[in-house]
């Protein structure tokens, strides 16, 4: 089946140490996102590329950033992880350029720093 | 920026009541979505709506997109224990680039 798949499930990192979130992608999709979650709050959109085009939003901190070498695979770098980073971390994509714009989920990297 | 109010923030109901729920917005979207998340996963896509007035069921799922394109409701009937979850709609306006969430509806159904 066509999914979204995001490695790791969890992740525990330790203040301070950069860490690398996967998602990977069978849709064949132009555009991935990642959003940070919260508990107990909406997804908030961190950046996305539609197709190799970056699109960063004006809040997301420097200390996020993002790479896309090919269609399938997209990954999340948090250069120096603060306590305030722990989150459930969410990739998706949709395929711009057709009317049903949809986004799917992967189904998260919860991320925990120490 | 656009903003969307979903109500209510949370639902505790019996095993086999209906649920409503809706969304509503401070501007035009073209397109909104339902979706439904589990705890420690991600959100599922529930129904997407693409036109003004459409009404679309997915099961025992129903929703709408508003004649005024400022709002949307989804309705559960006879409600089920694995029913229990996050339910979150978002909206997109037209050439948009990205989705706009609602606070969510979290529903608790008791046995």
């Known amino acids: 089946d066509a999914m979204v798949i995001q490695n790791p499930r969890y992740q525990v990192t330790q203040f301070g140490k950069p860490v690398t979130l996967s998602c990977s992608q069978t849709l064949n999709h132009n555009v991935m996102y990642w959003y940070q979650q919260k508990s107990s709050q909406a997804p908030k959109l961190l950046f996305h590329y539609y197709d190799k085009d970056f699109n960063n939003e004006a809040d997301t901190p420097d200390n996020f950033q993002s790479r896309r070498p090919n269609t399938s695979f997209c990954f999340l770098d948090i250069r120096s992880p603060g306590l305030g980073d722990t989150a459930m971390y969410l990739c998706?994509?949709?395929?711009?350029?057709?009317?049903?714009?949809?986004?799917?989920f992967g189904p998260g990297t919860r991320l925990t720093v120490t | 920026g656009q903003q969307l109010n979903q109500s209510p923030q949370s639902m505790f109901i019996q095993e086999g009541e209906d649920v409503s729920m809706n969304c509503t917005s401070s501007?035009?979207?073209?397109?909104w979505l339902w979706y439904k998340q589990e705890p420690g996963e991600g959100p599922v896509l529930l129904i997407a709506?693409?036109?003004?007035?459409e009404l679309t069921s997915n099961g025992r799922l129903t929703a709408q997109f508003g004649i005024t394109r400022k709002d949307s409701f989804l309705n559960i009937s006879a409600s089920i224990p694995s029913d229990v979850g996050i339910y979150f709609c978002a909206g997109q306006g037209w050439g948009a680039q990205k989705l706009v969430f609602g606070q969510g509806t979290r529903l608790t159904i008791n046995p």
């Open positions: 998706a994509t949709s395929k711009r350029g057709v009317r049903k714009d949809e986004q799917y």
């Open positions: 501007s035009i979207f073209n397109t």
């Open positions: 709506l693409y036109k003004a007035g």
